[in-house]
């Protein structure tokens, strides 16, 4: 390498080798990772702040830190061990997630968790009193509006929706107010006998 510094002499003066040595060395100290990390962009995980969520879930009070970015159906299987609402899609389409918030019927899925600060959640597990089934869920029962059961618990809830929305005067009512429910099984004339005979009576 040819040094072309016309005053070899002059310490203030900067000779290509020692520019090369100098990125050289730059780069170096950037390779040390403590050096790198220090000023560096906070990491996507770090960015991602939980959010302070309270959720009053079948009558039962929870504090949470939740990921923003997780649904309220993940949140109440995942961290809350309410297991009985059901992932059938976990893309709105099947209703299995079916739960109410704030009375109303939502498909959980397709919410975030961090949404619902402050919100009265009612699942499956809430229904029973102690040892005594919900009027629905005896319903079901009596009028066999279940086979396998994974869509049951979102078809009960759903049908609870109906029943207070005033949707379940008659059978093709039901039926048209609760299609948002998918039953691989068929237990559809059951499941629609179930809600008209419990709206009947309530
Ligand atoms: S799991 Fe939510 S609609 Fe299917
Ligand atoms: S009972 Fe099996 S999907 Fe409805």
Redesign the pocket.
Request: net charge positive; glycine share 18%; with cysteine.
């Given at each position: 390498m040819i040094d072309r510094n016309p005053n070899p002499g002059d310490a203030g003066a900067l000779s290509r080798r020692g520019v090369l040595q100098l990125a050289g060395g730059a780069a170096s100290f950037a390779a040390i990772p403590g050096a790198a990390a220090q000023g560096a962009a906070p990491s996507a995980q770090e960015a991602a702040m939980a959010s302070r969520v309270r959720l009053t879930v079948n009558g039962q009070v929870h504090e949470l830190d939740v990921d923003p970015r997780q649904s309220l159906l993940d949140v109440l299987r995942e961290r809350l061990d309410l297991t009985g609402t059901k992932k059938g899609c976990n893309q709105g389409a099947c209703g299995a997630c079916t739960i109410l918030v704030d009375g109303r019927r939502i498909v959980s899925c397709l919410t975030l968790a961090a949404m619902h600060d402050g919100a009265r959640i009612e699942t499956i597990e809430g229904l029973a009193n102690g040892g005594e089934l919900h009027p629905l869920q005896a319903a079901f029962i009596e009028h066999e509006?279940?086979?396998?059961?994974?869509?049951?618990p979102g078809?009960i809830m759903s049908g609870i929706g109906c029943i207070a929305e005033g949707h379940a005067g008659s059978p093709e009512e039901v039926q048209f107010w609760m299609s948002g429910n998918?039953?691989?099984?068929?237990?559809y004339p059951g499941?629609v006998a179930a809600v008209a005979d419990a709206a009947g009576r309530t």
């Open positions: 509006g279940l086979q396998c059961g994974f869509c049951t078809q998918i039953c691989r099984c068929g237990a499941i």
